[in-house]
């Protein structure tokens, strides 16, 4: 019958794997030994291109010190003018808005949908002005956002589809690799992704328009490939040196067996937990590959006598590593938009008439919705079968207890 308290179904600690091993420390060796540690021409940064294109082959490349300087990159490479829109998901990383901000661009919030998470493409629609420059599409948790439209759309608009993978390193749109079906796209190679330097990302394009300027955005614009100095535009240094370059080509060695662990224990979970009545697993459309960063499902508050956050610390007795909810509030909740405090307390894109965004007028109501009803899990590699069959029974287990009658 039921499970005590004290005999939690899960009764083991989230798994885990020693994410470095030879291969960094193979390429650390080399990078120590050779004479520069700088990223043009570098062995390392070409090494990490290499690998890259293995997975994704995008012509231009740029390695970045960041997933949130590679969306800069992206950005910039647009060349927006202040007050120019860019249509993004509320409910993502701030990465995805700075350079959009520090471009003077304006990131205008439309709603997602609310079985997939993921922007809706009617919204985004409805949201294109004379000044929308771009839709960044963010691939959320891994679930690859419905490209076709949202492409479809960008093109009817002459418009730029910028995706942002940080999340979803190896997810699938009808079998194609995110990142492969926008304009520009951008990965995050930081510590809690699925591939980690530390710190770092990618940017990637096959339009050679955007391409050719790939560094010239990340390298404070100055052109490597002459000596002369005479910037003609105003840009950051978001290069990637050796050392970390070292660690991010051994770690895409890992993409396709990390990846496909992750796929596998995801969509495993999904097949165990989808039929129990008031749960609700993030959608996958069919023919994509959700390549799981972290798994989501929403609770469907009527079906259960406790709120979301008691659903959640029942889950925890019985060992599951559940987290009620996923950010705390959509993006434009936070102060730095509730106050447009971008540059020293002020907008100079709004202050000068260039746009009249007010953040504080700004409502996604699925967005909010799914953030006050979902409960987040991690997924990795590590986890065996066994494991993710007891997190299943777990949740079946909570769920029938707390079930209305
Ligand atoms: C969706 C999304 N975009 C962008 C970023 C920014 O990446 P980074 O932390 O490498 O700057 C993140 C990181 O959490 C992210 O999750």
Not at 117 to 138: F, H, Q, W
Not at 271 to 286: C, F, H, N, V, Y
Not at 316 to 329: E, H, I, K
Request: aromatic share 8%; hydrophobic share 35%.
């Amino acid at each position: 019958m039921s499970t005590s308290q004290d005999l939690p179904i899960v009764n083991e600690p989230v798994p885990s794997l020693s994410r470095w091993d030879d291969a960094e420390l193979l390429r650390l060796t080399s990078m120590v030994r050779q004479k520069s540690l700088f990223y043009w021409n570098g062995p390392q940064n070409i090494a990490l291109q290499e690998e890259f294109r293995k997975h994704y082959p995008l012509r231009h490349l740029f390695t970045t010190s960041s997933g949130s300087a590679a969306l800069h990159v992206a950005v910039a490479s647009l060349r927006l003018k202040p007050g120019d829109e860019v249509i993004v998901s509320p409910l993502t990383d701030m990465g995805s808005l700075i350079g959009i901000l520090f471009q003077q661009g304006v990131p205008v919030f439309t709603d997602i949908d609310p079985a997939t998470c993921n922007t809706d493409p009617e919204k985004a629609l409805e949201a294109i002005t004379p000044r929308t420059r771009a839709i960044m599409a963010v691939h959320l948790a891994g679930n690859p956002c419905d490209m076709s439209s949202l492409t479809a759309i960008a093109k009817a608009h002459g418009i730029a589809v910028i995706e942002d993978c940080a999340q979803s390193w190896g997810a699938r749109h009808n079998g194609v690799p995110v990142g492969l079906l926008g304009d520009i796209s951008c990965y995050s190679f930081n510590d809690f992704k699925h591939l980690s330097c530390g710190d770092g990302g990618v940017v990637g394009t096959n339009r050679d328009d955007l391409g050719n300027g790939l560094s010239k955005w990340g390298d404070k614009c100055y052109d490597r490939t002459t000596a002369t100095r005479d910037p003609e535009d105003l840009a950051a240094n978001y290069r990637m040196g050796e050392p970390l370059a070292a660690v991010a080509a051994a770690q895409l060695t890992r993409h396709d067996s990390i990846v496909s662990r992750r796929v596998r224990n995801g969509t495993r979970l999904t097949e165990q937990i989808g039929d129990i009545s008031g749960i609700r697993p993030t959608l996958t459309r069919a023919g994509d590959t959700h390549s799981y960063w972290f798994y989501l499902f929403r609770l469907d508050r009527s079906a259960f006598r406790v709120s979301r956050e008691s659903f959640a610390d029942a889950l925890r007795q019985q060992g599951v590593a559940a987290n009620p909810g996923y950010l705390p509030m959509p993006v434009y909740r936070y102060r730095v938009f509730r106050h447009h405090n971008f540059f020293g307390g002020t907008w100079p894109a709004r202050d000068l008439g260039a746009t009249t965004m007010d953040y504080t007028k700004v409502c996604c109501p699925v967005a909010e919705e799914i953030l006050s009803d979902c409960i987040t899990l991690p997924i990795n590699e590590a986890m065996t079968d066994t494991y993710i069959d007891k997190v299943a029974r777990a949740i079946r287990h909570v769920a029938d207890t707390l079930r209305r009658p």
